[in-house]
């Protein structure tokens, strides 16, 4: 497939002979509507076109085409001096810089009603660019001497929300001219950039749970995942969840038929795509875990798996922790743009025994039982967590225990004084080398018997819970985070021990979880510890509680979890800001 300085290489001669034969008489033109987008798409997107001026329009800014060596310039600009083009209904000058890989557009403002005339520059990187089509745009003559016909080039992306830069809404740019050449240029050399970013995905298994949070997984797969997802041309296979466990089985029964070896002619699935709430996710990526030990760590295609999670259960911890919203459309298009960073897992291991995998929290106590009798009141959705949270403050429970943890290094612990965001320097560290799954198929108790004299154990008493966090646990009940200083791959978990307490005092903790966030070392009082550790090991004296595994139940029995730093890829960049 030719490059886009082939593409508009191939173009120059054809447009030197149309400007040569052009009159004089130039002739502006503006959108009046466009061939309507689909039911779903419009959802998503809307029905926008290119605005109508409403007031006089200043002096025409010709574009500048491609010349027959624009494209050897470092910076190859597609203009062709003397076609008129609108960004959006604004006149406009546009560049398309090919090795950098960005598009921009210089608006013209003022006119005859403005004093004061000026410019907007905009750019727009490719990698944020979704996709670009032609369309067909029916004009209007604003002056008698400017052209009806005109084309129109559709780029789809997205834009920023002002108060909070990590929830992206949808937005496409509209560049029309009378010149179908420049613009379908414009679109070959863009799209063979497209075609470059190999990182995106070209075919996910998706798992929609249509049970989960308010029920309404299925409709958000329908008018705002899947659109976003076809415009992008990402095939996908969707099945759907109808128990718990189910998600697990539909996952490793597709992943050992893709072991066995691709039956269709397209493409391999190269993702998996988790549109529900965290329990969904927390099935999803223990049965790819799961594929990945009992291949043995042999299947690079396993290997290169990423996941996803589209917000659509009562909480999203792990949706909103990895994009800083729960926005199913953003969580969509950071799946479609194919965006990568590595996340912690952490490996926990029962006297049963059983092994789990945890990629947000396990906890135990408090919050074991509120997961524990919020069960049969599902029928609540998210109000469940508050009627049942209220019944446990109330009876406070506590429960004896004995606690061990293996602290990280020294020099490893400075990532626990500053928030992660996108492009965090404490995560970036773990990209290279990621851990073996030999490594993780190692249970975590080798690490209690090999590594002993390096543990430390607390004096054995009553605890109210323990909480080990993941990653930060961002949720709207806690904007923050429950770990305001966790990373998504740092290497190093948060380790919360609150010890038996009156019902003020817990509930204290509670609203300082929820408002301000936990921080290892921070001043919580005498009965909360915040500990940075490596690994865990608790052991039940007495009656039990049940563990909170990312939203999932676990029996008690003595437990060890040891973390294992970036051992799995998600489709996300991270918190913006």
Request: hydrophobic share 40%.
């Amino acid at each position: 497939m030719p490059g886009p300085e082939q593409v508009l290489s191939s173009l120059s001669t054809e447009l030197v002979a149309q400007r040569s034969s052009r009159s004089a008489d130039s002739r502006l033109v503006v959108p009046s509507s466009s061939p309507p987008l689909s039911p779903s798409l419009r959802r998503v997107w809307g029905d926008k076109r290119a605005p109508r001026p409403t007031s006089p329009l200043p002096s025409p800014v010709m574009l500048r085409g491609p010349s027959p060596t624009s494209v050897s310039d470092k910076t190859s600009r597609t203009d062709e001096e003397g076609f008129p083009v609108l960004v959006d209904g604004a006149l406009a000058r546009v560049h398309l810089d090919l090795q950098a890989e960005v598009l921009s557009w210089t608006l013209e403002l003022g006119g005859p009603l403005c004093c004061a005339p000026g410019q907007r520059s905009t750019s727009l990187p490719v990698t944020e660019i979704l996709a670009v089509e032609m369309q067909a745009a029916r004009m209007r003559r604003v002056w008698r001497s400017w052209p009806e016909k005109a084309h129109a080039l559709v780029i789809y992306t997205f834009q920023r929300s002002p108060s909070n830069p990590s929830c992206w809404h949808p937005r496409q740019v509209t560049f029309t001219s009378p010149n179908e050449a420049v613009l379908r240029a414009w679109e070959a050399a863009v799209r063979s950039l497209l075609q470059r970013q190999a990182h995106r995905p070209r075919h996910l298994l998706v798992i929609v749970n249509p049970y989960c949070g308010s029920r309404l997984a299925r409709a958000t797969w329908a008018t705002t995942v899947r659109p976003v997802l076809a415009k992008a041309g990402v095939r996908c296979t969707t099945l759907e969840s109808a128990a718990r466990g189910h998600a697990a089985d539909l996952v490793r029964r597709h992943l050992e038929a893709l072991e066995a070896g691709p039956h269709d002619p397209g493409p391999p699935v190269d993702g998996l795509l988790a549109v529900g709430g965290d329990g969904l996710f927390h099935e999803m990526v223990n049965a790819l875990l799961a594929a990945r030990l009992a291949a043995g760590g042999r299947s690079r295609r396993l290997a290169a798996l990423r996941l996803g999670h589209v917000p659509a259960g009562s909480t999203d911890a792990v949706a909103c922790t990895l994009n800083g919203t729960r926005s199913a459309f953003t969580a969509a298009m950071h799946v479609a743009l194919g965006d990568q960073v590595p996340l912690d897992v952490l490996r926990i291991d029962t006297a049963q025994p059983h092994t789990e995998f945890a990629v947000c929290m396990a906890s135990y106590g408090f919050m074991g039982d509120l997961m524990a009798e919020s069960e049969g009141l599902r029928w609540l959705g998210p109000l469940r967590y508050e009627v049942v949270g209220a019944r446990m403050l109330a009876a406070n429970r506590s429960y004896r225990a004995r606690l061990s943890y293996l602290p990280p290094p020294r020099e490893a612990q400075p990532s626990f004084t500053r928030a992660c965001r996108a492009g965090c320097d404490a995560c970036r560290a773990g990209l290279h080398p990621a851990p073996g799954d030999a490594e993780l198929g190692r249970p975590a108790t080798v690490l209690w018997q090999t590594r002993r004299s390096e543990w430390v154990t607390l004096e054995e008493e009553e605890f109210a819970g323990f909480m080990m966090v993941v990653m930060p646990c961002r949720s709207d009940k806690s904007k923050n985070g429950v770990a305001k200083y966790g990373h998504l791959s740092d290497g190093k978990l948060h380790l919360v021990v609150i010890k038996r307490c009156s019902r003020l005092m817990y509930l204290r903790f509670l609203l300082r979880m929820a408002h301000i966030g936990l921080e290892a070392g921070g001043d919580h009082g005498d009965y909360i510890k915040v500990i940075p550790a490596l690994a865990v090991r608790i052991e039940p004296i007495g009656k039990e509680s049940q563990w909170n595994v990312d939203g999932e139940l676990l029996p008690s029995s003595i437990f060890t979890a040891q973390l294992h730093r970036g051992a799995v890829d998600v489709f996300a960049r991270g918190v913006d800001g």
